[in-house]
């Protein structure tokens, strides 16, 4: 049955608008990184929540390619935003540490992940996660980077559903047929570091049948990852006292 997406972003709308309310909040955050995921909350946030919303392009050497991307996601969508360029912080916390490339890469959301919360506390706003369901059930994403956040309004969309959405609300076709990478190095690509693609992750979390091994691969993921989607664990359930 084919998906009502005006419906599915009206539902988005409406929760975010609730989750403001409930939480007392004024607005919210997120981050633009040129890719599709954060071009979609930047359409929404633009559509629906246009003076309560804030868009941060993190700078931490970026491409080129994804700093344009970026800006023209940005500008497009006249969304209000600010531009930080984090690369003499990133060079000062890792002046000292042993050098590792993937410790890197992390540290780089992590530390984008920290300066969201900094802007939302300045403005009284919550921080707006932008993973997808492919990402999280595959655990594709950083504990305690991009997965920091308060709220992820597009949890529950798979990477065509994200797509299809973007269409609707104008996103620019360079950013919805761009290959989706983490940007965290030069030629990244998302489906190489999975090594299944997202129309099959699609697939599986739509309940469609999929190659055997495309399907253990995502398991794989999955149950790798099981720690990214926890709290930190402790000795009791978190909250209750040992006697």
Known sequence: MKKDYIKIINIIANWINGVLEESKTKGFVFGVSGGIDSALICAIASKFFKDKSLALRLDIYNSTKDVNDANLVINHFKINSVNKNLEQTFNAIIKDLPDNKLAKMNLK???????????????????CGTSNADEIYTGYFTKFGDSGSDFIPLANLTKNDVRECAKLLGVPNQI?????SAGLF????DEDDLKVTYEMIDNF??????????YERIEYLHRISEHKRNLPKSILKLGEIIK
Do not use: C, G, H, W
């Open 186 to 189: 030069e030629n990244q690509k």
């Open 109 to 127: 959301s992590r530390l984008r992940m920290v300066t969201l919360y900094y802007y939302a506390q300045v403005y009284n706003y919550l921080v």
């Open 176 to 180: 919805i047929f761009k290959d989706p």
């Open 205 to 214: 979390l739509e309940k469609k049948e999929i190659p055997k091994n495309d």
